[in-house]
């Protein structure tokens, strides 16, 4: 699986998720959403990043932060649903600062991965959990089909 690239990122709608090593953290994965919205006289350009939050892989994002494009470090704001210091805005932070210099190796040494959002191949749901996207159906649809995970 490619690793995800600054160049996904900035796309204009991008979801990507990082797994995290057994052990490490109480959650397994967190999922992200990084939104790009042009620039005009008033504002310039922007890249507001959100996580998934709830069950509907779909809409359940809350807001975190705006991306700088230049440096890909997340700046948390009144706004942010989290804290500058929480766990998941450090983690994405540290893995941006990977993605950004292109040294994927630096994080994968460690057990950490990134994925691309996928869709599932028989619905076409989002998946965003490590396991969906290597297989490439959700649960509910690899039960349906009788897919060992």
Known sequence: MKNVSKEFILAG?????????????????????VQHVEGNDRWPESFFVKILSGPDN???????????????????????????????????NRILARIWSEDHAAYESHGYRTHHEGRCGRCARRLTT????????????????????
């Not at 470090?73 to 994405?92: C, E, G, I």
């Not at 996207?133 to 897919?147: E, R, T």
């Open 13 to 33: 709608d991008a979801i990507f998720t990082i797994a995290i090593p057994i052990g490490a953290h109480e959650k397994s994965h967190y999922t992200f959403r």
């Open 58 to 92: 779909s809409s359940d994002y809350s807001y975190v932060g705006k991306l700088d494009s230049l440096t890909g470090q997340v700046r948390t704001t009144a706004k942010s649903s989290l804290a500058a210091d929480s766990f998941p805005v450090r983690l994405l």
């Open 130 to 149: 490590p396991e969906s996207v290597s297989l490439g159906f959700g649960p509910d649809c690899a039960a349906l089909l009788n897919i060992l995970r």
